[in-house]
């Protein structure tokens, strides 16, 4: 469930970019207004206005973005302006190179996305890069993370409700046993992680918990220093419980000595159109305090200022 507030009346894209336009100018930037415009239109309103904006002033919104602001706050509004699947392919790419190298980010993409959405992430990335995001993840990764990787971003389940209870039976023996006999990255494993739809994994997830008496991800934490266990336990995560997922992401993002702003800008922009309500939710049941408080008190200025207006706070 959304937590981007638009108004009943929304300005054309022409009249939103005429604004826009009046921000940019003069001695100092109106950020107030940028945010009070952008960060409460939807995605396609967003690709209208900087559609718009680049046909009546003959320059690309984002780079006006980039150019105009700093730090935090213009990663965040760039972010938020690119398409969804633009969005990803961008995040895909850096986490994909030697300095911004981050496998759970590709996990959390082709996990928590459908997989129509998924597909237009490669066809996104495919047109920017000119490489396959297949190719990309393969290249910078070896071994185990790229046996799991290459089939999660490559993958386009089924997003039907049917489940097979006699395959989810089967299946989690399966998965019981290689993990019992420690072969993680066995090719069943994967195969079934990588293929099968979400309302089948959550199945054979149940039927695992009813068999054998522990969670999945119970019995893959035999070592919490594990990268690639580490791995599959968030694939397992995000392909059932995005929620908890991202619930996780933002806590340690906030709590951590220093906030990890890169993490916290990630999420709030890529799940304020899908499920922030439901992250929120899960957020102040674990926590205890709600998702605005916190990050009011961990950011500062337009950043805290944007942020807290795509998650639902207030007047923002």
């Given amino acids: 469930m959304s937590s981007l507030s638009v ?3 929304v300005p054309t894209p022409a009249e939103d970019c005429d604004q826009l336009r009046k921000a940019f100018r003069g001695w100092g930037t109106n950020e107030g207004l940028i945010i009070s415009i952008l960060a409460h239109r939807n995605s396609e309103q967003r690709k209208l206005i900087r559609q718009t904006y680049g046909e009546t002033y003959g320059e690309d919104l984002l780079k006006v973005l980039e150019r105009e602001l700093s730090s935090d706050f213009e990663r965040a509004l760039v972010l938020w302006v690119l398409e969804p699947s633009e969005r990803d ?34 066809k996104a990335y495919h047109a920017r890069f000119k490489r396959s995001l297949e190719e990309d993840v393969a290249y910078h990764t070896a071994g185990d993370f790229r046996k799991l990787l290459v089939p999660l971003v490559s993958s386009f389940r089924y997003e039907g409700d049917e489940v097979n209870m006699t ?11 290689n993990i019992l006999e420690k072969a ?31 969670a999945i991800n119970k019995d893959l934490k035999t070592d919490p220093n594990d990268k690639y266990l580490k791995l599959l336990r968030s694939s ?25 702003e890169w993490a916290l800008t990630r999420v709030v922009t890529t799940r304020a159109e899908v499920d922030m309500q439901r992250i929120k939710e899960e957020y102040r049941r674990r926590n205890s305090i709600p998702l605005d408080h916190a990050v009011a008190k961990d950011t500062s200025g337009d950043y805290e200022k944007m942020l807290l207006a795509l998650i639902g706070h207030g007047n923002a």
């Fill in 7 to 9: 108004p009943q009346s």
């Fill in 89 to 122: 392919a961008f995040l895909a790419n850096e986490a994909t190179k030697v300095l911004t190298s981050n496998n759970l980010i590709l996990v959390e993409i082709a996990c928590t996305r459908s997989s129509h959405e998924l597909f237009l992430v490669r």
């Fill in 167 to 177: 395959l989810a039976k089967s299946e989690a023996k399966v998965l019981h046993d």
């Fill in 184 to 214: 993680y990255s066995h090719e069943e494993i994967i195969r079934i992680l990588t293929t099968r739809s979400k309302a089948q994994l959550s199945a054979t997830f149940n039927q695992y918990n009813n068999v054998f008496g522990n």
């Fill in 236 to 260: 397992i995560k995000c392909l059932t419980y995005p929620e908890r997922y991202f619930e996780k992401t933002l806590r340690l993002a906030i709590n951590k000595t220093g906030t990890d």
